[in-house]
């Protein structure tokens, strides 16, 4: 089986992820797309998040209809700042042998990459699926292999889709009372509004 992998803050998941997760999905064949929210994500040490629990039950809302999407708070669960690494290599510890991992992220992020944790373990595990992102450049693949030699062989740069929604566009939004209705499933954006989520 081929396996998506989407990491993130999802403060809050908004339709973004879901576009990235279903054209990866069709586009890479496959099974399913596993979403992994982060527990404390070492990027973001300085920045407070909404509540793991807060966080998860948007997820759970956003995917309830979608078979196959899956949640797993592996993250959350585990103690200490969110290392991808880590997280792949616990699920490659849950599935066979013969199954492929795919790991999504945004173009911005793969340029990023040679200041994560081993990197270079990293695209042994698994395969790197990386989506546009407005106002992004393309990433070039051959400074990247000076810093991890053999990613050229590991990453999928994709085309498409151009999604331009942005977490953080959302919570401001919402700060300014402003509708999010069109940006995240409704059965989140209801959760926000009953939960005041953001507005503090």
């Given at each position: 089986m081929n396996i998506g992998v989407l990491g993130g803050t999802f403060d809050?998941?908004?339709?973004?992820?879901l576009i990235v997760a279903?054209?990866?999905?069709?586009?890479?064949?496959?099974?399913?797309?596993?979403?992994?929210?982060?527990?404390?994500?070492?990027?973001?040490?300085?920045?407070?998040?909404?509540?793991?629990?807060?966080?998860?039950?948007?997820?759970?809302?956003?995917?309830?209809?979608?078979?196959?999407?899956?949640?797993?708070?592996?993250?959350?669960?585990?103690?200490?700042?969110?290392?991808?690494?880590?997280?792949?290599?616990?699920?490659?510890?849950?599935?066979?042998?013969?199954?492929?991992?795919?790991?999504i992220l945004g173009q911005d992020n793969l340029v990023q990459l040679p200041q994560w944790r081993e990197p270079s373990r990293l695209i042994q595990l698994c395969y790197l699926v990386a989506v546009p992102r407005p106002g992004s450049p393309r990433p070039k693949l051959k400074e990247l292999e000076a810093s991890i030699p053999g990613i050229s062989q590991r990453v999928m740069l994709m085309d498409k889709p151009h999604v331009d929604i942005s977490a953080e566009a959302i919570r401001d939004r919402v700060v300014r009372g402003l509708s999010v209705r069109h940006l995240v499933p409704e059965p989140v954006n209801r959760y926000i509004k009953e939960h005041k989520l953001y507005l503090t």
């Open positions: 809050p998941v908004h339709n973004g992820h279903e054209e990866a999905k069709n586009r890479l064949n496959l099974t399913e797309v596993i979403f992994v929210p982060a527990g404390q994500p070492w990027l973001k040490v300085d920045r407070i998040i909404t509540p793991a629990e807060h966080r998860l039950q948007m997820l759970r809302l956003a995917l309830a209809d979608k078979p196959y999407f899956k949640l797993s708070a592996m993250e959350i669960e585990r103690a200490g700042p969110s290392y991808t690494v880590d997280t792949i290599t616990e699920l490659q510890g849950q599935l066979d042998a013969e199954d492929e991992l795919f790991f």
